[in-house]
């Protein structure tokens, strides 16, 4: 069964202090890991997906890394706006469903 | 990107009764999904809507409780069935094809009373 775990839970950070979301997972025949940003009271917004060890994507101040046991979200230079709830999903070789992480929280403050 | 659109956004209903949640998705898809969010929380698979036959449901769900239909590859509908005030949440619509990214509607905000 595929597994995702978040860690932390919840992150509180000040405007402009960059700091790192783990994302680790065990999966059958990875196809695809998912970050995904949702905000309070609305669906979880996609970020992006990373397919192979090494790859990386960027957008904004959000930068997302693989490798085979994990992935992070580096938050570089945040700011309040970016406050929401961070989740992490993989797909596997099985079927199309997604595993979700618990999440991880980020406040940041101004 | 799909856009997928969901409602209502959310409803205050009497135990016992039943409401059903509509979703559409603005591009065929191949898979649909239905979750439920409890506050805080992570997201919960209910189940996999199947076009053109009977959905496939989570470890402890089941169909007499949340019954889903999709009659096409844009629509399905969740419905939720003699309701308590546990099943007070939020429920998410989510598309996906293969070898692409899941979207998800803005999700339907339930409370039992």
């Known amino acids: 069964e595929d597994q995702v775990t978040q860690s932390p839970e919840a992150l509180r950070l000040q405007e402009g202090e960059s700091s790192s979301l783990n994302c680790s997972y065990t999966?059958?025949?990875?196809?695809?890991l998912f970050w995904y940003r949702q905000d309070p009271g609305k669906g979880p917004e996609f970020l992006f997906t990373?397919?192979?060890a090494g790859e990386e994507k960027e957008k904004e101040r959000l930068k997302a890394t693989l490798t085979k046991k994990e992935s992070f979200l580096h938050i570089t230079a945040p700011k309040p706006e970016d406050s929401a709830t961070y989740l992490c999903a993989v797909g596997g070789s099985n079927d199309y469903k997604l595993s979700f992480g618990a999440g991880t929280t980020v406040t940041v403050r101004a | 990107s799909a856009v997928i659109s969901q409602k209502p956004s959310r409803d205050i209903c009497q135990r016992g009764t039943s409401l059903t949640i509509q979703c559409q998705v603005d591009?065929?898809?191949?898979?649909m999904f239905w979750y439920r969010q409890q506050p805080g929380q992570s997201l919960t698979l209910i189940a996999t809507?199947?076009?053109?036959?009977?959905?496939?449901?989570e470890s402890g769900f089941v169909i007499d409780k949340f019954p889903i239909s999709r009659p096409n590859l844009t629509f399905s509908t969740l419905t939720v069935s003699n309701m308590s005030p546990e099943d007070s949440s939020i429920y998410l619509c989510?598309?996906?094809?293969?070898?692409?990214?899941?979207?998800f509607g803005q999700g339907t905000r339930l409370t039992v009373v």
């Open positions: 989510s598309a996906r094809s293969w070898g692409t990214e899941a979207f």
């Open positions: 999966v059958s025949g990875l196809r695809g």
């Open positions: 591009s065929q898809v191949t898979m």
């Open positions: 990373l397919y192979s």
């Open positions: 809507a199947n076009q053109g036959s009977e959905a496939t449901y």
